[in-house]
Every structure is written in C-alpha cells, then in structure tokens.
C-alpha cells in the first residue's frame, strides 16, 4: 500500500523530490502516531494507578 502512495506521488510530480516528500510525511505521521500511543499509554497508566 505504501509503495503505491509513493509511486503515485511520484508520477504526479514526476520527479524524485515528491518521493522524497512523501516519504517524510508518511515518517512523520507514523512518528505522531506513535508518540499520541505513548501519551495514551502513560495517562492509561496514571489513571490505573
């Protein structure tokens, strides 16, 4: 799925700057994610406590 989103960015840029951006955003939004997970995690625990 992922290598789909980069190859159509790709085309529609066509150049290898959009696979470079779509490759950041998609690291970012994983990196949100996770850290959102953590937060929720630690406050679970808090609040279990």
């Known amino acids: ?3 789909t989103v980069v ?3 790709g085309t529609v840029a ?3 700057d959009a696979c470079a951006v779509a ?3 998609a690291v970012w939004v ?3 994610v ?3 997970l953590l937060l929720a995690g630690v406050i679970a625990l808090r ?3």
């Open 1 to 3: 799925m992922s290598s």
């Open 7 to 9: 190859t159509s960015a």
């Open 14 to 16: 066509g150049s290898t």
């Open 23 to 25: 490759l950041v955003l």
């Open 30 to 32: 994983v990196g949100a």
């Open 34 to 36: 996770a850290l959102a």
């Open 47 to 49: 609040e279990h406590r």
